[in-house]
């Protein structure tokens, strides 16, 4: 059982940067997978970025890639979401998701993969 507190999100002119941080429960943090999420109002919860137990891997969507960094800090139980280049289009909710079990790397920008999630933070960028 884990539970993800995100914070961070605001208000952001269009090419500013703002750093998302999700504080994780417990002392298994290091053995999830994490992930950054975000939903649109009317649109469906789209993967963002991924995050591998120890950090080695990360794996990010097309249309964050060269722009959003996620990293983690296992002995802070944190993860992170570094967004610069803010568009007008990061416009959403953004949540965080740890995954207890990744049999193949590849599928972690799927949802179904994590277990658990954290309410969302919501961040607005402005033109």
């Known amino acids: 059982q884990v539970q993800l507190v995100e914070s961070g999100g605001g208000l952001v002119q269009a090419g500013g940067s703002l750093r998302l941080s999700c504080a994780a429960s417990g002392r298994t943090f290091s053995t999830y997978a994490m992930g950054w999420f975000r939903q649109a109002p009317g649109k469906e919860r789209e993967f963002v970025a991924a995050i591998s137990r120890s950090g080695g891997r990360t794996m990010y969507a097309d249309s964050v890639k060269g722009r959003f960094t996620i990293s983690r800090d296992n002995a802070k139980n944190t993860v992170y979401l570094q967004m610069n280049s803010l568009k007008p289009e990061d416009t959403a909710v953004y949540y965080c998701?740890?995954?207890?079990?990744?049999?193949?790397?590849?599928?972690?920008?799927?949802?179904?993969?994590?277990?658990?999630w954290g309410q969302g933070t919501p961040v607005t960028v402005s033109s």
């Open positions: 998701a740890a995954a207890a079990v990744t049999l193949t790397w590849r599928v972690i920008i799927a949802s179904s993969q994590y277990d658990y």
